[in-house]
């Protein structure tokens, strides 16, 4: 029994009055391919397979010549299934009718993407990857090199069209933005594309378009002065080596672009080259093909000469000769293998069953294009040439393409170098391997030239999209305070940990400068200073007293509680230095619990002392013996219990919830200010109220005994010193809330200094005055006699 497969490729197309050489190569393909299995004892043993070559020239043919092979005429066998095209458009058509009837068609060049929409070609498979695969290489490549900014230049065929859509849509995924798109047509004006070619900022331009356009686009710009572009071609025209020439040398010297794998064909290349117009007499397409290689003619003719038939095919440059390898007539080599393996599976029978599909079996008379399509999707072969041949859900094969490079010699000669290859079967991430070392730059670089519409942003900024501009075309904002990006292109700036900031590139986090009040610091050393003054001063007082401890000056109003004064106030001088250095557990307990104890204990021996100016006085008045009930021990007592209360609060605030060291990053963001958590709210407004309820008590008493007799006029040194000791601490409590960081401390130990000096200066100063300078003055005698002046 016969079987025919129908072979849809273009044999005859006339472009510019020739022959197309290339669709010739490829008939001759089928032919070599089917001889090949013919001879094969294990591939369809006992069936010979045939073949029927149709005229492709021009859309009309092509439907008529489907038309024909659907109705079986000029052959004695059955069509089971039809090959070609090498056009997207054209096998469109062709499978418009085929799937109407469940012919199975597959194509070898058919690259559109469209093709594998399923619900539309449902009976097309092709063994060349689908557009979609060769536009996502494409893609990759441009981000490999990192082109994120391209020009475009398409055609009109299906094609083009076809692949500019996939490219438009897929590129956003990949970041990478078209500055221009140019719709190619022959009529078009030169001068608009080349001005827009030169004027553009993208160094890389992709032509995607079919062969004879490409063709017709090069050899219109070559007259104009294209440099400094790096050109992508898409598969269509990538190997076509017809193409260069001299005057191109400055476009196509180093393109890229991705073409079908090299493949080797074992006797195909040999059997090729044997065409001969003399061992073909009845074929007008030989003859043609060779009076257009050689200028002769079949003819007698006065202006050519006669073909001979003895020509030498490789004695001159030709395109149908000039293959140096055989990447797509591999592809027709698959097509027609995958018909005979499909037929093969189908006409296997084991137990009257198929043992594909299960189904029953059937006889070479029962074949039907039906049953070999669906025999066809699952075919699974591999080659004598080692290419594994299979079809996915869509009729696509594995999607494998080698990288190319055009390097062109001086002699304007131009070779197709592999410098890597595409595989989708690659993990993801692998699928492009590229040899860098064997590229060849355009305009003689020696390296890939920069087309981005802004260069990356560095570390310390974040990419920014521009509404007005393509998404390649971003702002570059630099990160606010406290936040840094180290890493190129940072779509956000992150947030330093709490404790870290940013330096001044804003690309690392660094921890933050702790701020407190310093002995070292000029504010820190000033009250340093102070305090030790304040010390040194008390201690000179003390000195003082207590060497005239006998004199009437000091022992008029109970020297005692004045030697306790002295102490306390050297204590809140002191106490002030805690305040001072970095906090630590210990020096927050201590600074306030020691300065509210020696502040209560400075102001129970002035409460003291006024009281005893108020009973002194009244017990110089008759029958009253106040001064009996207030003697020393009860002014001690006195001393203590008030003190004592401080204690209490103090011990109650340090055992329930007491200061502890605290780092503030509130106020200050780029910095952390070392402090002292009071802990206790209620503990140190207690202590502080307290101080400030024996303060206010202390300014009462003693204003009461502002105008007593000149030898009890202590009363107004103590009204005037708890006078600043209010003023100055009802002014701490603003000042002391709004103080920020180190100012905080320093507004308290300023509290501190100014009350203690007001203290030591209204009340003891006047008196060591007198006894230093006046010593007259600090008799008994004067001090009575003052009395009486006064009391008469």
Request: charged letters at 15%.
């Amino acid at each position: 029994q016969l079987y025919t497969i129908r072979k849809g490729i273009i044999a005859k197309i006339q472009f510019r009055n020739l022959w197309n050489h290339r669709e010739l190569r490829f008939a001759r393909t089928v032919i070599f391919t089917i001889a090949e299995i013919n001879r094969n004892p294990k591939l369809l043993p006992g069936i010979t397979l045939g073949y029927r070559l149709y005229n492709g020239c021009g859309s009309e043919n092509l439907i008529r010549a489907a038309i024909e092979a659907l109705n079986g005429e000029s052959c004695s066998g059955q069509m089971i299934g039809l090959l070609g095209h090498s056009s997207s458009g054209i096998s469109q058509y062709i499978n418009y009718i085929l799937s109407s009837l469940s012919v199975p068609h597959v194509s070898h060049l058919s690259t559109c993407a469209c093709l594998s929409n399923k619900k539309i070609y449902p009976t097309f498979f092709r063994t060349v990857p689908s557009d979609f695969f060769q536009v996502t290489g494409l893609l990759e490549l441009m981000k490999y090199f990192d082109w994120r900014w391209v020009g475009f230049v398409y055609s009109l065929e299906m094609y083009s069209l076809e692949g500019t859509e996939t490219f438009l849509k897929l590129s956003k995924q990949y970041s990478i933005c078209v500055e221009y798109l140019i719709k190619y047509t022959r009529t078009k004006r030169m001068d608009k594309i080349v001005e827009t070619l030169k004027s553009s900022t993208s160094n890389v331009i992709v032509l995607f378009m079919g062969l004879s356009y490409t063709e017709d686009f090069l050899s219109r710009i070559e007259d104009y002065s294209i440099t400094g572009k790096q050109f992508i071609g898409s598969e269509s025209w990538i190997t076509q080596t017809k193409l260069t020439s001299a005057e191109r040398m400055s476009i196509l010297q180093g393109a890229m672009g991705f073409a079908i794998p090299e493949a080797t064909v074992p006797g195909l290349g040999d059997y090729l080259l044997t065409l001969n117009p003399l061992e073909e007499p009845q074929s007008e397409i030989v003859k043609g093909v060779w009076a257009d290689i050689f200028g002769c003619t079949f003819t007698p003719s006065k202006t050519s000469a006669m073909c001979t038939g003895s020509e030498d095919l490789l004695s001159i440059p030709n395109n149908y000769a000039a293959f140096t390898d055989l990447r797509t007539e591999s592809n027709v080599y698959n097509a027609v293998y995958s018909f005979a393996y499909a037929l093969h599976s189908l006409l296997q029978c084991k137990n009257g069953l198929n043992p594909t599909t299960g189904k029953a079996c059937v006889s070479q008379s029962q074949v039907q294009p039906k049953d070999l399509l669906e025999h066809l999707h699952n075919v699974n072969f591999t080659t004598s040439t080692g290419d594994r041949v299979f079809f996915d859900k869509n009729g696509d094969p594995a999607s494998r393409y080698d990288l190319v490079n055009w390097q062109i010699g001086e002699n304007g000669s131009a070779e197709i170098v592999n410098i890597g290859v595409y595989d989708t079967s690659l993990p993801e991430g692998a699928n492009l391997q590229v040899l860098n070392s064997k590229i060849t730059w355009s305009g003689g670089n020696n390296k890939a030239v920069r087309s981005v519409c802004r260069e990356p942003c560095p570390p310390g900024t974040r990419k920014a999209i521009n509404k007005n501009r393509p998404v390649c075309c971003f702002d570059c904002l630099k990160c606010p305070e406290g936040t840094i990006s180290n890493q190129t292109d940072s779509l956000d700036c992150m947030a330093c940990p709490p404790e870290f900031w940013s330096n001044e590139n804003k690309v690392k986090c660094i921890s933050k400068p702790t701020e407190y009040l310093s002995y070292k610091e000029i504010m820190g050393t000033l009250l340093t200073i102070f305090s030790c003054i304040g010390v040194f001063l008390s201690l000179l007082v003390f000195i003082i007293f207590f060497t005239h401890k006998e004199t009437p000056i000091v022992r008029a109003n109970n020297s005692e509680l004045s030697f306790l004064l002295l102490f306390s106030l050297i204590l809140c001088f002191l106490c002030s230095l805690t305040f001072i250095g970095r906090p630590s557990e210990w020096s927050c307990m201590l600074r306030h619990t020691a300065f509210g104890i020696a502040f209560v204990l400075c102001i129970a021996c002035v409460l003291g002392k006024t009281m005893l100016v108020l009973l002194a006085f009244r017990a110089t008045l008759p029958g009253n013996n106040m001064m009996r009930r207030f003697g020393p021990l009860q002014q001690r007592l006195t001393v203590v219990m008030i003190t004592s209360v401080q204690v209490v609060i103090c011990t109650l605030w340090l055992s329930s919830n007491p200061p502890i060291p605290k780092k503030n990053m509130k106020y200050y963001k780029e910095k952390i200010i070392l402090e002292c958590a009071v802990g206790s709210a209620v503990g140190f407004w207690a202590v502080l109220g307290y101080i400030g309820c024996l303060a206010l008590l202390c300014f009462m008493l003693a204003f009461l005994a502002r105008k007593l007799p000149d030898s009890f006029n202590e009363a107004k040194l103590i009204t005037f010193s708890m006078l600043i000791f209010c003023a100055v601490w009802i002014t701490f409590i603003p000042a002391y809330v709004s103080s920020p960081g180190k100012f905080t401390v320093a507004v308290e130990i300023f509290a501190i200094l100014a009350s203690s000096f007001g203290l030591l200066i209204c009340i003891f100063v006047p008196k060591c005055y007198i006894i230093i300078f006046r010593p007259e003055q600090n008799s008994k005698k004067h001090v009575t006699a003052k009395v009486q002046t006064r009391t008469s």
